[in-house]
């Protein structure tokens, strides 16, 4: 067993609405099996048996989850700058893409997880193509990922086959890796405008027969919803993906930038989550999303920094910043969504949207040992006038991957000041540049 003492803990354990209180001197003990044997103030934790080895962190807390991302579009990043989206993806994302092999999936996934576990991100929800490819790179990387392999119908679009076979093998990826601990894979539309009815219909049946969540881009753009309406009879994206099915079980919306109040009714009775991308939503010149609006309504929540080819970085700290920064311009009042809010959308409220509540996001017995410890020595963080301090606005204000001391994923240290500690790094960029190169051409 491994037993953590920390500086101050932060479980992020509790219901939504709970502001969670720092607990000084904390501990946490860590079975050989990389779940959460006991958690809490140092004082009053079990003794120490002798196969215990102990070790010594400042601000110990759940490494955070990426809800919404396409990683291997590391290697499109900066490619297209400043077009608008539709633009972005006709003229320069889909006809790259259509070139890519499982091998350059492979590539982009390993470097943007190394990415990922160095900024403090444990898990993530991926939408992208060669599941199989991901999957084993996500292993490699020694990081937790939900992959959903996404259909995409358009003529600029050619990598992948028929979408019968593309649902056949979302269902067979499913059942490649159910026993893995890291993997979980589920099913991905693009969007409402750019799959067909029919498709869309076939993937709700799918998802619903196999238990798999689906994944989808919701209302990210202004210009969609006449699309949708034009395809759908004139329903609104929401009600139109509603009433083909597809949030009939457990679905997950990224992005959600242009919904109405009525919109926002369908996602609440039908409980979908939504993917808040504030600064890919910012950088496309998308919108900024009804974040608080969502919040009334009571929807699951999180955050995504959405593909690295939309928005560079792949930093949940920059994220949740950008969330509050953009929630307050939107409502004129600074005590908008606050940083506790935006913590609890990349921890605990993640696990939520990802139907992983009772295992990932908190600090707690029988919750995987997925962790982060922030550096004591590090200057953004100090000074502290205890009488004053609120850690959680520290941790998102003045917190970076910079002062990141430790990365845990499942009890596996798998990053050392900055160090990523499962794979070559630099290997990983090589192989990634050489790819990059031969898609551009
Ligand atoms: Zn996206």
């Known amino acids: 067993m491994e037993r953590y003492l920390c500086d101050v803990l932060v479980t992020m354990d509790g219901p939504a609405g709970d502001v969670p209180v720092p607990i000084p001197d904390g501990m946490v003990d860590v079975?050989?099996?990389?779940?959460?044997?006991?958690?809490?103030?140092?004082?009053?934790?079990?003794?120490?048996?002798?196969?215990?080895?102990?070790?010594?962190?400042?601000?110990?807390?759940p490494s955070l989850i990426n809800a919404h991302c396409h990683t291997p579009m590391v290697l499109l990043?900066?490619?297209?700058?400043?077009?608008?989206?539709?633009?972005?993806?006709?003229?320069?994302?889909?006809?790259?893409?259509?070139?890519?092999?499982?091998?350059?999936?492979?590539?982009?996934?390993?470097?943007?997880?190394?990415?990922?576990?160095?900024?403090?991100?444990?898990?993530?929800?991926?939408?992208?193509?060669?599941?199989?490819?991901?999957?084993?790179?996500?292993?490699?990387?020694?990081?937790?990922?939900?992959?959903?392999?996404?259909?995409?119908?358009?003529?600029d679009f050619t990598l992948t086959g028929p979408w019968p076979d593309q649902i056949d093998e979302m269902v067979a990826l499913r059942d490649r890796w159910a026993a893995s601990d890291l993997i979980d894979v589920g099913m991905a539309a693009h969007a409402a405008y750019s799959v067909s009815r029919e498709c869309l219909t076939a993937i709700a049946e799918?998802?619903?027969?196999?238990?798999?969540?689906?994944?989808?881009?919701?209302?990210?753009?202004?210009?969609?919803?006449?699309?949708?309406?034009?395809?759908?009879?004139?329903?609104?994206?929401?009600?139109?993906?509603?009433?083909?099915?597809?949030?009939?079980?457990?679905?997950?919306?990224?992005h959600g930038v242009w919904l109405t109040p009525d919109d926002i009714e369908v996602l609440a009775r039908t409980d979908t989550a939504v993917v808040h991308c504030p600064c890919s939503n910012a950088k496309h010149a998308s919108g900024v999303a009804p974040v608080t609006e969502m919040q009334t309504a009571g929807l699951r929540l999180a955050i995504g920094t959405d593909g690295p080819a939309s928005h560079h970085r792949l930093d949940l700290f920059e994220e949740m910043r950008t969330a509050i920064r953009t929630a307050r311009i939107r409502s004129g009042d600074a005590q908008t969504f606050g940083p506790a809010e935006a913590l609890r959308m990349t921890t605990a409220g993640a696990a939520e949207v990802i139907g992983r509540a009772d295992e990932l996001g908190r600090l707690a017995p029988g919750c995987w040992a997925d962790m982060m410890a922030l550096s004591p020595s590090e200057p953004a963080l100090h000074p502290v006038v205890a009488s004053e301090d609120d850690l959680l606005s520290r941790i998102v204000w003045s917190g970076s991957p910079g002062a990141i001391s430790a990365v845990w994923v499942a009890g596996r240290k798998v990053v050392d000041h900055g160090r990523v500690l499962t794979l070559d790094v630099a290997e990983a960029i090589d192989e990634a540049q050489t790819r990059a190169r031969r898609l551009a051409e």
């Open 77 to 155: 990043r900066g490619a297209g700058e400043g077009l608008p989206v539709d633009r972005w993806l006709h003229e320069v994302m889909w006809p790259r893409e259509s070139k890519l092999t499982p091998g350059d999936v492979r590539a982009g996934m390993l470097l943007g997880a190394a990415e990922m576990l160095a900024n403090g991100i444990g898990a993530s929800v991926e939408m992208y193509f060669a599941g199989q490819a991901m999957a084993e790179a996500a292993e490699q990387a020694g990081m937790r990922c939900l992959v959903t392999p996404g259909v995409i119908e358009d003529p």
């Open 206 to 254: 799918r998802a619903a027969d196999a238990g798999m969540p689906v994944h989808i881009h919701l209302a990210e753009q202004q210009w969609e919803d006449a699309a949708v309406r034009e395809r759908s009879g004139g329903l609104a994206a929401p009600e139109y993906l509603e009433s083909l099915g597809l949030f009939d079980g457990d679905a997950i919306a990224a």
């Open 31 to 61: 079975g050989d099996d990389g779940r959460i044997v006991w958690c809490g103030p140092a004082a009053d934790a079990p003794e120490a048996g002798a196969d215990v080895t102990t070790h010594t962190t400042g601000i110990l807390m």
